[in-house]
């Protein structure tokens, strides 16, 4: 495994992606960097990260026999691998929630921006992006949000927290990622506010209220609404709020 580390760049998925077109890396390649000058999440978000405090990677992920259809599994995944690797370092309350943030009670720890390449129906490799708040302890003006150093009091070292979850994640994608069934079922084992009451806003910013019940083989968030109704929501149409 190959790890390119770097002072700052503007995005780490974006550097890792021109590297792949530009030379034959191998599988497993990373890129991390202090700074991300223009890091981005889920659905063009911003993702701020002090310099120097947390861990701002990408990782090469060339998985030729995945169909498009099925690249929640992927993301399953990713959130598996992490959420494994934080629980081993004693960090309490952990759960995903949909499609791949991780949290530690409410708050928000951890980040991923998946980019697929595509080749026909298959998909020829993935970008995994990773956003994870280590030992940053002031975030302005971003409420629920928190660091591993919050949390447990201590400062940790990112090369250590770098390889731990390094290696949960080569473990998932190389041996986890074939037990599909099992795989969809340890993600929901730990989906966050699942069989609770919650209150979401769909894309025409209306409120409404429902239980998380699971994810469909696509990806899709199962949401029991009234009178028991199972609805599918996709990630434009719906955002869980509390």
């Not at 074939?178 to 699942?194: D, P, T």
Request: proline letters at 1%; charged letters at 20%; hydrophobic letters at 40%.
């Amino acid at each position: 495994m190959q790890i390119i580390k770097l002072n700052a760049t503007n995005s780490t998925n974006e550097h890792l992606k021109r590297l792949l077109l530009e030379e034959n890396i191998e599988n497993f390649t990373v890129v991390v960097a202090e700074k991300q000058l223009k890091g981005r999440g889920q659905m063009g978000a911003e993702w701020l990260s002090e310099y120097g405090k947390n861990l701002t990677f990408s990782v090469l992920c060339k998985n030729n026999y995945l169909e498009v259809k099925d690249q929640f599994r992927l993301n399953m995944c990713v959130s598996l691998a992490i959420y494994k690797a934080l629980s081993g370092l004693g960090i309490q309350g952990l759960s995903v929630k949909w499609p791949n943030d991780i949290l530690s009670a409410n708050s928000k720890i951890c980040g991923i921006l998946i980019e697929n390449i595509l080749s026909g129906r298959k998909i020829q490799s993935s970008i995994i992006g990773i956003g994870l708040n280590v030992n940053q302890v002031s975030f302005t003006n971003l409420p629920n949000v928190s660091s591993l150093k919050l949390l447990k009091g201590v400062t940790f070292n990112l090369d250590e927290v770098l390889n731990l979850i390094l290696e949960s994640l080569k473990k998932c994608v190389v041996i986890d990622f074939l037990q599909n069934g099992s795989l969809a079922k340890q993600y929901e084992e730990v989906l966050f506010r699942r069989h609770k009451p919650s209150t979401f806003k769909n894309s025409n910013d209306e409120f409404f209220m429902g239980f998380i019940q699971g994810i469909s083989s696509s990806g899709k968030l199962i949401v029991m609404l009234e009178d028991n109704l199972l609805k599918e929501f996709d990630l434009k149409e719906i955002r869980l709020l509390y």
